[in-house]
């Protein structure tokens, strides 16, 4: 099993930056593929990024695709979400998940991920 603690979310400025930060303890994180998922109120849980286990492959959003990027050390068992250029819209509670080292099915589906962190809120303000 792994344990999933995201941080570095907070309240910005649209136009501005964040970067989400993903800990993960209980087993090494190269056993996983990662994700990040985000769910606005009122809205369903819908992808954002994901990161393959070796971080060779990654895949986005076409709604954030040129502004967040999603990276990996799996030396320090951590995944990182870079978020520029912040849009009112991606006002979200952001998740981190880890899924099977190699998937079955989508890395954009998130019945592939068995493990989901708690969340941490970003809030971009017009």
């Known amino acids: 099993q792994v344990q999933l603690v995201e941080s570095g979310g907070g309240l910005v400025q649209a136009g501005g930056s964040l970067r989400l930060s993903c800990a993960a303890s209980?087993?090494?994180?190269?056993?996983?593929?990662m994700g990040w998922f985000r769910q606005a109120p009122g809205k369903e849980r819908e992808f954002a990024a994901a990161i393959s286990w070796s971080g060779g492959r990654t895949y986005y959003a076409d709604s954030v695709k040129g502004r967040f990027t999603i990276s990996r050390d799996n030396a320090k068992n951590m995944v990182y979400l870079q978020m520029n250029n912040l849009k009112p819209e991606d006002t979200a509670l952001y998740y981190c998940?880890?899924?099977?080292?190699?998937?079955?099915?989508?890395?954009?589906?998130?019945?592939?991920?068995?493990?989901w962190g708690q969340g941490t809120q970003v809030t971009v303000s017009s």
């Open positions: 998940a880890a899924g099977p080292r190699y998937l079955s099915g989508s890395y954009y589906d998130p019945n592939e991920y068995g493990y």
């Open positions: 209980g087993r090494t994180l190269s056993s996983y593929a």
